[in-house]
C-alpha cells in the first residue's frame, strides 16, 4: 500500500525553540489554565485520548464583537505526552474558513540540550486558502496566526509573562 505524499504548498510549518521541559511545553499547550494565558487568550481544552473532543472557547472580547462562544473545534487523533499531539483544527467563527472543513494539526516537542526545546507545529491545510491565509498571520483581520501564536506561548514559558502578540495588545 502507498501512502499519498504531502505536497508542500498543503503543508505550513512554524517552530520555536523555548527554554523549558517538554512537560512544560506540553502543559501550556493542552491545560487550558495555561492556554488562556498566551495568544488569543483563549482556553482551549482537550479529551486527550484518540477520538477525544478539541474545543476551543471565545475570549470575553471576542464574545463582545459577536463571536461564537466554541470559536475552533476538533478532534485528537493521537496523544503522545510530553511529546506529540495530533489533532484536527476548524475554525467556527468565519462562514468560508468553516466550509473549508477540519485540519489536521499536529504539535511535535523535541528536548535539547541546555534545557530547550524546539516546538514544531505543522498544519494541513490542502485546499483552504482562508485557513492558510488565517495561520500564517497574513490575515490582518485575524491576529497574528501561528507565528505570534507560539512568539507568546514562548515568552510566557521563559519569562512568566505573555505578551498579547497574537491579539495585537
Same mark, same amino acid.
Request: include cysteine; proline fraction near 8%.
Given at each position: 500500500? &502507498?501512502?499519498? &505524499?504531502?505536497?508542500?504548498?498543503?503543508?505550513?510549518?512554524?517552530? $520555536?525553540?523555548?527554554?523549558?521541559?517538554?512537560?512544560? $511545553?506540553?502543559?501550556?499547550?493542552?491545560?487550558?489554565?495555561?492556554?488562556? /494565558?498566551? *495568544?488569543?487568550?483563549?482556553?482551549?481544552?482537550?479529551?486527550?485520548?484518540?477520538?477525544?473532543?478539541? /474545543?476551543?472557547?471565545?475570549?470575553?472580547?471576542?464574545?463582545?464583537?459577536? *463571536?461564537?462562544?466554541? #470559536?475552533?473545534?476538533?478532534?485528537?487523533?493521537?496523544?503522545?505526552?510530553?511529546?506529540? !499531539?495530533?489533532?484536527?483544527?476548524?475554525? +467556527?467563527?468565519?462562514?468560508?474558513?468553516?466550509?473549508?472543513?477540519?485540519? /489536521? +494539526?499536529?504539535?511535535? #516537542?523535541?528536548?535539547?540540550?541546555?534545557?530547550?526545546?524546539?516546538?514544531?507545529?505543522?498544519?494541513?491545510?490542502?485546499?483552504?486558502?482562508?485557513?492558510?491565509?488565517?495561520? &500564517?498571520?497574513?490575515?490582518?483581520?485575524?491576529? *497574528?496566526?501561528?507565528?505570534?501564536? +507560539?512568539?507568546? +506561548?514562548?515568552? !510566557?514559558?521563559?519569562?512568566?509573562?505573555?505578551?498579547?502578540?497574537?491579539?495585537?495588545?
Amino acid at each position: 500500500m &502507498t501512502t499519498p &505524499t504531502m505536497k508542500r504548498e498543503d503543508v505550513e510549518v512554524f517552530q $520555536v525553540s523555548i527554554k523549558a521541559t517538554p512537560e512544560a $511545553v506540553w502543559n501550556a499547550i493542552t491545560d487550558p489554565e495555561w492556554n488562556r /494565558r498566551y *495568544g488569543y487568550q483563549s482556553p482551549s481544552e482537550y479529551e486527550l485520548r484518540p477520538g477525544g473532543a478539541f /474545543r476551543t472557547l471565545a475570549s470575553a472580547e471576542m464574545r463582545q464583537h459577536g *463571536g461564537p462562544e466554541v #470559536i475552533i473545534d476538533g478532534e485528537v487523533i493521537e496523544s503522545d505526552p510530553p511529546r506529540k !499531539l495530533v489533532q484536527t483544527w476548524r475554525p +467556527l467563527w468565519d462562514p468560508e474558513s468553516t466550509a473549508e472543513g477540519a485540519k /489536521r +494539526l499536529t504539535w511535535e #516537542i523535541a528536548e535539547g540540550q541546555g534545557g530547550v526545546c524546539t516546538l514544531t507545529v505543522t498544519h494541513e491545510v490542502a485546499n483552504a486558502p482562508k485557513t492558510r491565509y488565517m495561520v &500564517t498571520g497574513k490575515d490582518p483581520n485575524a491576529g *497574528g496566526g501561528w507565528p505570534a501564536v +507560539l512568539e507568546d +506561548l514562548k515568552r !510566557l514559558l521563559e519569562t512568566g509573562q505573555p505578551a498579547g502578540t497574537a491579539t495585537g495588545a
